[in-house]
C-alpha cells in the first residue's frame, strides 16, 4: 500500500540524559487512511508502523543537568535545545509543526538533581518550546518530564518487542510471545519482561505492570510487565564499588600503599581517588580471583521478604531461561562486541575463554594490539583499562544476578574446538546482545512514541482501557498515559512550589491568621505524618468547597503526597549512593509502607486477562523490512571495527 506523504503523522522525542540530548524523529500514517485502504487483516490487527529514516536523529551536549548552575540557567534554550528543534523543523513539513507531539524526557542526570532545580529546568524548556517553536505541547507536565528507571525500563521493552514484530497480528484470545529487555549502562542495570507463565503472573500481580496498546483495528493489546532496575549496579558504579572495597580491604593488611587488582591486566598501572586521597592500583591480571572478589557486589546476601529473588534484596519473578529469551543492549553489547568480538548470540564458554585470555594478559600486549586495530580502537586508558572488569561484571549479573544458565557449561554441549561453537549455537539460546535490530537502532525512545501514536487510535469499544503503563500496585504510581489528559500541570496557573503563586500564598497567610481555631481544631499543627506544612495546609484548606474549587488544592495536596512517594523510590535521588550502595531506593517489599500504598486505577479490574509465552521452537529473528519497517537510525557511538550484528527474521 502506498501511503502519500500528506497522510503521515510525525512525533518527536527527545531523551535528555546526562551526558546530552538525542533528538528522535518519527513519523507515521494515518489510521483512518489505513482502514480505508486496506483489507489486510495482519495489518489491521497491528500496531501503526512507526518509521525512522536515515540521519533523523542528532545528539547535543553537555546534559541539561548543568544548566541548573545560574550563570547556564537563561541559555538552556540558545546553547541546548535550539540546535536540536532547528534539526527537526528541517525535516518535518511545516505545515505538520502544529500537529506534532515533541516530548523532552529526562533520565539520569536530572535524577540527581533536587526537586527545585528539576521542576526549574523542566518549565524552562516547557517555556522556551513552546515560545519559539509551532510543535505541540499539550501539557508541559506530560511532554517535559523527568521519567523514572522502570517507565525507562518499559518504553526500551516496547521498542524492542516492536521491532521484532511481537505485537504483529494480534489476537485476544491467543498466546502471544515477546522477548525480555535488558540494559546496562554506566549508573544503572535494567530489565523488563512478560513472564512466560499465567500462574507466576498472578501469583505476583503486585509487582507486574501493566501496558496496553491499540491495533489499528481499534481493539486492545495488554501485556503484562515485570520492570527493576538497580541503581548502582550499572558497570562504572560497579566498578567504583569495586575499588572502593579494595582499598578498604587493603586497609586490614596495609603493605608499602600498591593496591593489587586481579580484575586488571597484569602490569596495569593507574590511580584511583577515594574520599579526597589517591591509591596506586596495579593489575595482577587473575581472572579467578577476579570473579570471586566481584561476586559479593551483588549483594545476593541481602534477603527479601519473598522468595524468588533476584539480587540486592529485589523480589520478582523466576526468569524461564528454558522457553524465554531476552536481548542485552548497551554495556551488554558493547563491552562484548567491542573488545572480545563476542557480540550477538550470547555462549558463555567462548566469552569466559576470550575474557580470561584479555584479563590475563601483559598490560603492554594488549596496548600494542591496540596500536595494530585490534578492539575497535578504543581509548585504552579510557576502555581498554576496564574492559576486564565490566566483562566480569556482566558475567556476574547474566549468570549470578539472573542465573542465566552457562551455556557450554551447564547446558551440555558436544564436540570439540571449532567444532563446539557451531554445535553450542544450534540449541535454544537464552540471551543476546545487540545495538540494532535489522539495522534499526534499538531506543526506548522508539517505545515512547509508538504508545503515543497507538493512543490516538479510537477505540473499538469504551470498555477499552486508555493506552499508557499501569505501573505495578506495589510502586503506587499512577497510571501513565500515552497522551496527555489536558488537565493542567507545572506550566499552569496552579504552580505555586517555588512561592510564585502569590494570590495562592496570601490566602494561605489569611487563612492562618483568621482561621486559626480551625486549622488548630483540625490538627495540621499536631500532624506530624506531614513534615511539609505546606501539603498539610493545602489538605485542610481543601475542606473549604468554594476555596479548593478555585485554586484545586485537594488535587494538589495528592500530587504533593504522590510526588514524595516518588522521590523515596526514585533510583537516583540518593547522593550517597555510590559510596553507599546499600541504601539505593530499589522497589522492595522491605522499603515501603505497604499500608501508605494506594490502589491503581479501577480500570485494571477489567484487564482483558494474561497472555504468556511460550515460542521454544520459534526463530528468535525479527521480519524483513517492509514498507512501514522503521528505517536505519544513526548514532554517534564509539566506531566499531567490527560489524554491527543484528538480529533479524528471514
Excluded at 90 to 101: A, F, L, S, V, W
Excluded at 510 to 529: A, C, Q
Aim: charged share 25%; proline share 5%; with cysteine.
Amino acid at each position: 500500500m502506498d501511503i502519500p506523504d500528506s497522510k503521515y503523522n510525525y512525533g518527536i522525542v527527545i531523551d535528555s540524559g546526562s551526558s546530552g540530548s538525542r533528538i528522535q524523529i518519527y513519523k507515521w500514517p494515518d489510521p483512518s487512511y489505513v482502514v480505508k485502504n486496506t483489507q489486510d487483516s495482519s495489518i489491521l490487527q497491528s500496531p501503526l508502523k512507526i518509521v525512522q529514516e536515515d540521519n533523523w536523529t542528532k545528539k547535543t551536549s553537555p546534559g541539561i543537568s548543568t544548566y541548573h548552575e545560574p550563570t547556564k540557567f537563561k541559555k538552556i534554550w540558545s546553547d541546548h535545545y535550539s540546535e536540536l528543534i532547528t534539526f527537526a523543523e528541517g525535516i518535518i513539513p511545516k505545515e505538520k509543526h502544529k500537529d506534532t507531539p515533541i516530548f523532552v524526557l529526562a533520565t539520569a542526570g536530572m535524577r540527581l538533581l533536587p526537586p527545585k532545580d528539576q521542576k526549574k529546568i523542566l518549565k524552562e524548556v516547557c517555556s522556551s518550546i513552546k515560545s519559539n517553536t509551532n510543535f505541540l505541547i499539550e501539557e508541559c507536565s506530560e511532554h517535559v518530564q523527568i521519567i523514572d528507571g522502570s517507565t525507562e525500563g518499559i518504553y526500551g521493552w516496547l521498542g524492542l518487542n516492536y521491532l521484532m514484530g511481537q505485537f504483529d497480528n494480534y489476537e485476544p484470545t491467543k498466546v502471544h510471545d515477546s522477548i525480555g529487555f535488558m540494559d546496562m549502562g554506566g549508573a544503572s542495570t535494567q530489565i523488563a519482561f512478560h513472564p512466560s507463565s499465567a500462574e507466576d503472573i498472578e501469583k505476583h500481580r503486585e509487582d507486574i505492570a501493566m501496558v496496553t496498546l491499540r491495533n489499528i483495528n481499534g481493539l486492545t493489546q495488554t501485556w503484562d510487565i515485570f520492570v527493576e532496575t538497580w541503581l548502582g549496579f550499572g558497570a562504572n558504579e560497579a566498578r567504583k564499588r569495586y575499588l572502593s572495597q579494595l582499598i578498604n580491604l587493603s586497609a586490614i593488611n596495609p603493605t608499602s600503599g600498591q593496591i593489587n587488582d586481579p580484575c586488571s591486566p597484569k602490569n596495569a598501572d593507574f590511580q584511583y581517588t577515594y574520599e579526597g586521597k589517591s591509591y596506586d592500583i596495579k593489575g595482577i591480571g587473575n581472572y579467578e580471583m577476579c570473579i570471586k572478589t566481584i561476586y559479593p557486589l551483588l549483594l545476593k546476601n541481602v534477603p527479601c521478604k519473598e522468595e524468588p529473588c533476584l539480587f540486592n534484596g529485589v523480589h520478582g519473578p523466576k526468569l524461564n531461561f528454558d522457553s524465554d529469551k531476552f536481548v542485552g543492549i548497551s554495556e551488554y553489547w558493547y563491552t562484548a562486541n567491542d573488545v572480545f568480538q563476542s557480540g550477538g548470540e550470547y555462549n558463555f564458554k567462548i566469552f569466559n575463554e576470550r575474557v580470561k585470555e584479555y584479563c590475563e594478559s601483559e598490560w603492554q600486549t594488549i596496548l600494542d594490539n591496540s596500536k595494530n586495530g585490534q578492539y575497535s580502537n578504543l581509548d585504552p586508558n579510557k576502555f581498554l583499562i576496564d574492559a576486564c572488569f565490566k566483562a566480569s561484571w556482566v558475567i556476574n549479573v547474566l549468570h549470578d544476578g539472573f542465573e542465566l544458565p552457562r551455556l557450554g557449561l551447564e547446558i551440555p554441549d558436544k564436540g570439540e574446538g571449532e567444532g563446539e561453537e557451531k554445535e553450542i549455537t544450534n540449541v535454544h539460546v537464552p540471551f543476546k546482545s545487540t545495538d540494532s535490530i535489522n539495522g534499526n537502532e534499538l531506543s526506548w525512545t522508539l517505545g515512547k512514541i509508538l504508545l503515543y501514536a497507538s493512543s490516538k487510535i479510537p477505540a473499538s469499544s469504551e470498555k477499552d482501557l486508555k493506552i499508557g503503563v499501569y505501573p505495578a500496585s506495589i510502586t503506587g504510581k499512577k497510571f501513565i498515559p500515552a497522551a496527555s489528559s489536558m488537565k493542567g500541570g507545572y506550566d499552569s496557573d496552579d504552580d505555586d512550589d517555588d512561592g510564585n503563586n502569590l494570590l495562592l500564598t496570601m490566602l494561605v497567610f489569611f487563612m492562618l491568621l483568621l482561621g486559626g481555631y480551625y486549622l488548630i481544631k483540625s490538627k495540621v499543627f499536631k500532624n506530624r505524618r506531614f513534615n511539609n506544612f505546606k501539603k498539610a495546609a493545602y489538605h485542610e484548606i481543601s475542606k473549604i468547597p468554594y476555596i479548593n474549587q478555585i485554586f484545586d488544592l485537594e488535587n494538589k495536596y495528592s500530587a504533593m503526597q504522590q510526588y514524595e512517594l516518588d522521590v523515596s523510590m526514585e533510583e537516583g535521588t540518593l547522593a550517597s549512593a555510590q559510596s553507599s550502595p546499600n541504601l539505593t531506593q530499589l522497589r522492595t517489599r522491605s522499603a515501603l509502607n505497604l499500608s501508605e500504598i494506594g490502589d491503581l486505577n479501577d480500570e485494571l479490574s477489567n484487564s482483558l486477562g494474561n497472555n504468556r509465552t511460550n515460542f521454544m521452537n520459534k526463530p528468535f529473528v525479527v521480519p524483513k523490512k517492509g514498507m512501514y519497517q522503521m528505517q536505519n537510525g544513526s548514532r554517534d557511538s564509539l566506531q566499531r571495527s567490527v560489524s554491527a550484528m543484528s538480529i533479524s527474521r528471514p
